[in-house]
């Protein structure tokens, strides 16, 4: 699933094309892709400008003339300018000469219309770059869930997924399964800084391209490259040696250093 670097990217591949352009005509092909929608979304979108796009944790939030189109990727989801038909596209939008296309293999991700900001997004936690290290800090406290779980919660921390939490735990040398609460302060300020860091890398790079994922160009991610502890099993640590072990931790495959995360 694109998580907030990816997500991030495609967000600035998005902005300066679309920006200010009208949305004059779009498609819908497939009936899973507005699940959450109660009105006539290509109604409400004949029309209408393109204010400001923005990411809010992992979707993708449009500010129109009138209301918001908030599009979430699912595992799969693509958004691509001028890429063409093809039997994956579950959307496509016309906006002033320039087509849109959304594509979508396995149908996890949506698109949806709302007057308002939905509460589902409302609802999110603090984005990471926003987040201090003593609201992190306070945010552990009396949570006796696994650090992983905590930062996988886009209640807590909106925009981490599995890839990012795992590296950032291998930075911070924080072992997954740790009780959110045992962190200390000076530990989950160390957390707080590989958060920020890992995130910062990670979209320099593009984003990590693990099986689909490409930007709203087609370009693909680099930053898999320099993953130090995700799907690294078996390999060696690079800061230790040791082999790198495979784990579940909140129902999620989790890659660690047993010698440097404890």
Same mark, same amino acid.
């Given at each position: ?74 595992? *799969?989801?693509?958004? #691509? &300018?001028?890429?063409? +038909?093809?039997?994956? /596209? ?8 320039? @087509? ?31 987040? *201090?290290?003593?609201? #992190? &800090?306070?945010?552990? +406290?009396?949570?006796? /869930? ?8 886009? @209640? ?107």
């Amino acid at each position: 699933m694109p998580e907030l670097p990816e997500v991030e990217t495609i967000v600035r591949t998005l902005a300066p094309r679309l920006l200010g352009r009208h949305i004059h005509f779009s498609e819908f092909l497939a009936p899973l892709v507005l699940r959450y929608n109660r009105d006539p979304i290509a109604e409400r979108l004949a029309g209408q400008a393109i204010r400001s796009i923005e990411r809010r944790g992992k979707f993708i939030v449009f500010i129109l003339d009138r209301g918001v189109m908030v599009i979430h990727l699912g595992m *799969t989801g693509k958004l #691509l &300018f001028d890429s063409g +038909r093809t039997p994956y /596209t579950r959307a496509i939008f016309s906006c002033d000469g320039l @087509t849109l296309f959304y594509d979508d293999i396995r149908q996890f991700g949506s698109i949806e219309w709302c007057p308002d900001m939905p509460d589902r997004i409302t609802r999110l936690g603090a984005e990471p770059f926003d987040i *201090t290290p003593d609201e #992190l &800090f306070r945010a552990t +406290r009396n949570r006796r /869930t696994s650090i992983k779980a905590l930062l996988l919660n886009q @209640t807590a921390v909106r925009g981490l997924g599995n890839i990012y939490v795992d590296e950032a735990l291998w930075r911070a040398g924080i072992h997954p399964r740790r009780i959110a609460a045992k962190l200390t302060y000076n530990r989950a300020g160390a957390l707080h800084k590989a958060m920020l860091d890992v995130l910062t890398e990670a979209i320099d790079c593009g984003g990590s391209s693990i099986s689909n994922y490409v930007d709203a160009t087609g370009r693909s991610g680099s930053f898999q490259e320099r993953h130090k502890v995700y799907g690294r099993e078996g390999q060696p640590c690079q800061r230790c040696g040791l082999a790198i072990r495979r784990i579940t931790v909140a129902q999620r495959g989790t890659h660690y250093c047993p010698k440097c995360q404890r």
